[in-house]
């Protein structure tokens, strides 16, 4: 069993940044692959980063490849998202989930999720 707690979400102006943070309880964090997902109301959720467990190989949405990073601190049992150059369309409730996959890019492979956090890009 694993639970995840965002923080670091909030409102920022376009061409800002903010990082994530996801905060993971259970002793096998360092074996979940981890990954980030956004929401928008009426739409489903959207794949944004992945990151194996070992934390060697990243995987990104073409829609976000080059202004975000994500990466995972296993001593911390962590998984961060670094967010650069924002676009309005950023805007959305941001989750991170933890799958048993080596790597995964679908939501469907993610076992446990967390409770979300919103971030806001004004124009």
């Known amino acids: 069993q694993v639970q995840l707690v965002e923080s670091g979400g909030g409102l920022v102006q376009a061409g800002g940044s903010l990082r994530l943070s996801c905060a993971a309880s259970g002793r096998t964090f360092s074996s979940y692959a981890l990954g980030w997902f956004r929401q928008t109301p009426g739409k489903e959720r959207e794949f944004v980063a992945a990151?194996?467990?070992?934390?060697?190989?990243?995987y990104y949405a073409d829609s976000v490849k080059g202004r975000f990073t994500i990466s995972r601190d296993n001593a911390k049992n962590t998984v961060y998202l670094q967010m650069n150059s924002l676009k309005p369309e950023d805007t959305a409730v941001y989750y991170c989930?933890?799958?048993?996959?080596?790597?995964?890019?679908?939501?469907?492979?993610?076992?446990?999720w967390g409770q979300g956090t919103q971030v806001t890009v004004s124009s």
């Open positions: 990151i194996r467990w070992s934390g060697d190989s990243t």
């Open positions: 989930a933890a799958s048993r996959a080596t790597m995964a890019a679908e939501a469907g492979e993610y076992d446990f």
